[in-house]
Structures are given as C-alpha cells and as structure tokens.
C-alpha cells in the first residue's frame, strides 16, 4: 500500500470512529448552520441494542427527491436521549460527527443505559431538530423475562407495491423488528405501473445511495424505523440478484452490471447499507477502505434476551460458495435437477463460510450453559428442502440452502449434537409464507424434527402465486402451511411456555389504504418442535 492510500485509509477509520463516538464540547463549540430546508428528511432509526446501550441513527441531506448529499463539510450533530417524550428528563446526550465521506450518516453509539427499558431519542443539528424515535434496551442476559414480541420482514421492492405494511406494524406493540434482507432492489423498475424507482440501475456509491434515500423517504417505512429498534441483515439486492460472496450474480439480460467490476460495486453497496442502517461501527472490519479489497462486514451475531432467548442474526449472502448446476456455468441462480449435478452433494460448499460456520456451532455448544428457552435464528430465506417438481424426479432451486444441503445438515446436526433448546428459523427472500418442521433428515420423512421455521413473505415483492402450492405441499410434507400470493410480515411472541407466531398479510399492496389481517396464527410449545394451527 502506498503512503496516499495508507493516508486515505487512516482517514477513514477516524471518520468512522468520530460517527461513533459520543463526546462532549463546551456550548457554542459545534458548528451551527443554518438549513434552507429540514436536513431530517430521512428520519431517523435505531438498532444494535445491548443491556446498556443502542446505536441511534440519522442522516441529514439536502433538498430533492430523494434527498441531495450535503454540500457542507463536517457537521457536529447533537442528541438526546430521555425518560419521557417531552425530553424533560435527559438520560444522556452527547455529540457526534456526520462526515461527507459517509454521506453526513450518524451512528451514534450510546453506553451508559438502563437495562429492559425504553427510552427516547432526538438530534439537532444548527436549528434544525429531527423527528423523536423511540427505542430501548435489552433485559440483562440473566434477567428472568416474561415475553419477547417481535416482527419479521424482508423484500420491500418499492415498484411492486406500497409499504402500508409497516403502517400497520407500528400497532403490533413490539419490543423490536427483525429485517431479514433485501431492504432496496437495484433494479431500474422501469416496467411498472405502480411507481418507479429513481435513477436507472444501481452500480455506484451515489446510485447505492440515492436508492437508499428513496425508499427511507417513505413516511410509513420512516414511521417504523423511529417505533422500536431494528435488528438488520441483508441478502442479494442490497448488492445485485443473486451474487454469492466475491462473485457477482445476474439482474437480468438488461442489467449493465458486466461492464461494471463487482468487487467495487460490492464495496460501494456495503458502504451505503452502513451508511444508512443502525449499526455498529465496528461491523466495519478494515474500515471502510477495506472493503475495496473485499474485506468482510462483520454483520452476524448473537443477541440474549435475558434467560428467555437468544437471537442469532446470520449472514447467508456474503461468504456463500457460488452456486452449482446453473446452464452453462451461468451467474446467479437457476432450478436445477441435483442428479445431473456431480457437485449437488460436495461437502466442502457453504452457505454461511467456514468462520460463520464455526462461530455459529461455538454458540450452538455455549446454548446448553445458558438454558434459555428459545434459540431463534433469523437468516435470509427458506431453510427446509422444497421440491419443486411435479411428478418424477427432483428440482430445487440452487440459491438456498436446497443448494448447500451438506451445509445444511451440518446445522441441523449441531443443532442435536448440542441439544439446543427449541430451535426457531425465521427466513424471507422467496416472497411466500412456508411455515414447517426442521429435520434431521429431509431425504426421510419419518427422521425427527429439530425445530420449526417460519418463512416469512415479502413486505411488497411479487411471487408467482399459488397455482402450485397446494402440490408443493403434498410433495413437501414437513411443511404444514404455505401461501405464496398476499404480502406482509409476521409477528412472534416468546413466552416461557410457547410461542405465538401471526402470519399478518395485507388485503392489497397496491392500494396505500389497504387492510391487514391475519392469515393463519400457529403455537409452539418450549421446549418441543411441534407446530400447531391454532
């Protein structure tokens, strides 16, 4: 490395630092300038929570649609957090730095907080104040606890509906989100008649970024982002359909991606989803020059919920092995036949790579210490096998884990080698609600089940329906429900003696007015992976 990119490189990882930080300067040292328009269009979110702190978040831009960049240098944005809305009782406050190389984003990384309590939080910048969120803090991780309520989503495509689903969110009075993936999609989005994503494809950090403004600048997304805390993963879209690791994928015949080099689009959509997402700065490994030369983003993790659950929130796009069996070693994915694909069954591919790996069956041992009830698994899509073929023979699609299936049994065999106490996968990517038992052993429906999943549906992505759900099914009979057409989230309940998920789906996605319901309720009882219709 040369002395200007170790220059660069330095200067990064102060600028990450500085965001992160919390400070204090004596009143009247900040800049203080004066905004033409509201720089909080964005609004405002939090996430990352532990016992005794949280990561607030914000990003000031400037006017347009979506949101300008900033034509400032360095700001110094303060916050409050308080024990009541009106602020009139401060918990902490503090200042940070919103640095025009992370597009005036703040990550502000506040310790010092009360454990299993919600507080609320606001920043000013100049004379201008954001939005109120509110937020809070985990139980102590040997707290005895009641309940855990939280929602799942994923796949929020914005021109193939509107995301009234958060707006009916917010009345579901949850401890916190779980955001299972693909938050934007980088496609142009031309094709529909709905509405339309700004800015053609998405292959450069300002492209990444004005992309993010867009959809964050929806009011009911905003409004549920400043309600609880979120914690986040991501798939494919954040980046490009399909890619797997350091390899790119395919967005289709139009996608302009070939000329583009995908290390440096990678690099660039990291960068953007940091920006733009409640996290830990730490989550950057090498900074954020690193990422240029295809360091990771530490984003898996392990979150305890007291003695009631732990929360595992994986990472199933960034270290894959690329995916076997496409049509003339194509890019992305395809359906494929796994007795014409010699590599189909190699025990040496991995859907989460090898470090993820052995972390995740470290925690897997660690469970039995810490006797929780629940171990839930939050990842990107669906986890048990589904055949996709009618009639003789097999077909799966080769982007999940049908695609990694020794990968696949390594889990669920750490899963019973370490006794895990009552294993919950929760996944989206596929649009469709898929609620089943885990298995032992897909290839033999009498094995044991191992635990449960629930599959969630997109928020507004399209599916293809349920002309073939029903035969799905019957060729699938671990899964006991599935629906592949109406859009919306699920809500899960965590008490001491069972678990209560809702399959909440929208009347219509189209229509900004539209009404929830719910489409099936299901019971787990601690301690036994039995599913029950209820």
């Not at 900033?70 to 730095?97: K, M, N, P, Y």
């Not at 496609?187 to 008649?193: A, D, E, I, L, Q």
């Not at 925690?363 to 589904?386: D, H, I, M, P, Y």
Request: glycine share 8%; hydrophobic share 40%.
């Amino acid at each position: 490395m040369n002395y200007p990119e170790l220059q660069n490189r330095r200067r990064l990882l102060q600028l990450l630092g500085a965001s992160a930080a919390t400070w204090c300067l004596p009143r009247g040292a900040w800049s203080q300038p004066r905004f033409a328009s509201n720089p909080f269009t964005l609004g405002v979110a939090s996430g990352s929570p532990t016992s005794d702190s949280v990561v607030l978040w914000t990003r000031l831009t400037g006017p347009g649609t979506p949101a300008r960049a900033l034509g400032h240098g360095a700001l110094t944005v303060r916050w409050e957090v308080a024990h009541d809305e009106q602020f009139c009782h401060i918990a902490q406050s503090g200042q940070t730095l919103a640095a025009p190389e992370l597009a005036h984003a703040v990550h502000a990384e506040v310790a010092g907080l009360e454990s299993d309590r919600w507080y609320f939080y606001r920043f000013m910048v100049g004379d201008a104040i954001s939005p109120v969120g509110r937020t809070r803090t985990v139980p102590q991780p040997d707290a005895a606890v009641a309940s855990l309520r939280l929602a799942y989503a994923s796949c929020q495509k914005w021109e193939d509906g509107y995301f009234t689903a958060w707006r009916h969110m917010r009345e579901e009075n949850l401890d916190a989100v779980l955001f299972l993936g693909d938050y934007i999609y980088e496609y142009p989005g031309t094709s529909s008649k709905l509405r339309h994503p700004m800015g053609g494809w998405v292959l450069t950090l300002d492209d990444y970024r004005q992309r993010y403004a867009q959809y964050k600048g929806d009011a009911d997304l905003q409004a549920m982002h400043a309600a609880c805390p979120w914690l986040i993963t991501w798939d494919d879209h954040e980046v490009q359909n399909d890619y797997a690791g350091l390899q790119a994928g395919n967005s289709g015949v139009a996608d302009p991606a070939s000329a583009v080099d995908f290390l440096a689009r990678r690099a660039a959509a990291y960068q953007a989803w940091y920006e733009h997402m409640p996290v830990r700065a730490s989550v950057l490994t090498e900074g954020l020059a690193g990422l240029s030369s295809g360091a990771e983003m530490r984003i898996y993790q392990r979150l305890d919920y007291g003695r009631l659950a732990s929360l595992y929130l994986l990472d199933a796009r960034q270290y894959k092995d690329p995916q076997v069996g496409n049509p003339g070693d194509g890019l992305g994915s395809s359906r494929v036949n796994p007795a014409t694909c010699a590599q189909w069954h190699d025990a040496g591919r991995s859907l989460l790579g090898p470090a993820q790996e052995r972390w995740l069956y470290a925690q897997c041992a660690r469970s039995r210490s810490r006797e929780v009830k629940w171990n839930v698994l939050g990842q990107q899509t669906l986890f048990g096998q589904r055949d996709l073929k009618v009639g003789a023979g097999q077909l799966f699609w080769n982007d999940g884990w049908d695609g990694y299936t020794a990968a696949r049994s390594r889990l669920t065999d750490a899963l019973r080698q370490h006794l895990v106490a009552s294993p919950v996968l929760l996944g989206g990517d596929v649009h469709e609600n898929w609620v089943g038992h885990v298995k032992a052993d897909y290839a033999d429906p009498r094995s044991v089940s191992v635990g449960v999943e629930f599959c969630g549906t997109s928020i507004t992505s399209r599916s293809g329906g349920n002309a073939k759900t029903a035969e799905r099914l019957a060729r699938n009979p671990h899964f006991v429900f599935a629906e592949a057409q109406r859009k919306g989230y699920g809500v899960a309940q965590f008490t001491l003696g069972q678990l209560s998920v809702s399959l909440r789906v929208l009347e219509d996605v189209s229509r900004q007015d539209s009404r929830i319901e719910t489409l099936a309720s299901f019971a787990v009882p601690a301690g036994k992976p039995l599913l029950e219709q209820v």
